[in-house]
């Protein structure tokens, strides 16, 4: 009778086992749509450290110490970069051509739109323009910056402040908005 018993209690015990097991599913999307539905990301990154590259020549690197991944929105996913942010484009031969650098950033994904807040500062490397603002829009499409915030642009031979900036990504062929400061000018 003892031996019975083990027998029903050893095929009860699998049977719960096998039935655990294969009531689970592997269903990734409605994972991310729980997720979605919460508001959390679907991943996180400590630390991170992102090279670009483009026919094997690095184009760019992105340093941030957290970086939250919100790709599963469905109508504006994008990225997160709660604790601040450094981008570096490379484009003399591997020397650092632009460095952005911000508190905040959002990136989206779907427009190629990144906002970066706080304390955002812009070094072009080549000829030593530093653009300083408190928010900064990146069309990474266009390679061209838009702020209506305050700014302070700083050339070689001039600083420029004003409210409401638009240049390409290099700072050159800028568009200063309710300017003041020194300018140098040259008349042709």
């Avoid at 991170?48 to 590259?53: D, E, L, R």
């Avoid at 700014?151 to 390409?168: A, H, M, R, V």
């Amino acid at each position: 009778m003892k031996y019975i018993f083990k027998i029903i209690k050893r095929s009860a015990t699998v049977c719960l086992i096998t039935v655990v097991l294969f009531s689970c599913t592997n269903n990734t999307q409605k994972a991310r749509d729980f997720l979605a539905d919460k508001n959390l990301p679907i991943g996180k990154s400590i630390d991170a450290y992102h090279v670009y590259k483009d026919s094997g020549r690095i184009t760019s690197k992105l340093i941030t110490p957290l970086l939250l991944d919100f790709t599963n929105r469905k109508e504006h996913p994008y990225n997160e970069f709660p604790s601040g942010i450094k981008i570096v484009n490379f484009e003399n031969k591997g020397a650092d051509s632009i460095t952005i650098t911000g508190d905040y950033a959002l990136s989206y994904e779907k427009t190629s739109i990144s906002e970066i807040k706080g304390n955002v500062v812009v070094v072009n490397h080549t000829d030593q323009s530093i653009l300083e603002t408190d928010q900064l829009f990146w069309d990474q499409k266009t390679n061209y910056f838009i702020s209506e915030k305050p700014f302070k642009l700083i050339k070689q031979n001039d600083t420029i402040y004003g409210i409401g900036f638009e240049s390409k990504e290099d700072l050159t062929k800028h568009l200063a908005k309710k300017t003041t400061g020194k300018l140098e000018t040259k008349e042709d």
